[in-house]
């Protein structure tokens, strides 16, 4: 089993910045990828982000690219973050971290991939 735990989140302004956290344990596979996702009530989960184990290889959806930015910590790798700037109230959304078993540059962002996932933060941007 694997666990994440998720942090940060809430309340902030057009063209603010906030930063969440993964923090991911227990049986963690070597080539685990880690993904953010987002949902709004009434839509399906969207994919976001995608970073392979060693961080070396990222995968980023259309509509945060060049905004948001994945990364793992540098002194704890099973840490993750995802880094969102210039956040519009278009990002208003519940944001989730996810793991799977190994990277895939054609299907980092297929939902069903994933194996385990964190509880959920809520993030939300006003005009």
């Known amino acids: 089993q694997v666990q994440l735990v998720q942090s940060g989140g809430g309340l902030v302004q057009a063209g603010d910045s906030l930063r969440l956290s993964c923090a991911a344990s227990g049986r963690i596979l070597p080539g685990s990828t880690m993904g953010w996702f987002r949902q709004t009530p009434g839509k399906e989960r969207e994919f976001i982000a995608a970073i392979s184990s060693g961080g070396g290889s990222k995968t980023y959806a259309d509509s945060v690219k060049g905004r948001f930015t994945i990364s793992r910590d540098k002194e704890n790798t099973n840490t993750v973050y995802l880094q969102m700037n210039s956040l519009t109230p278009e990002d208003t959304a519940l944001y989730y971290c996810?793991?799977?078993?190994?990277?895939?540059?054609?299907?980092?962002?297929?939902?069903?991939?994933?194996?385990?996932w964190g509880q959920g933060t809520q993030v939300t941007v006003s005009s």
């Open positions: 996810a793991s799977r078993p190994y990277y895939s540059n054609n299907y980092n962002y297929r939902e069903q991939d994933y194996n385990y």
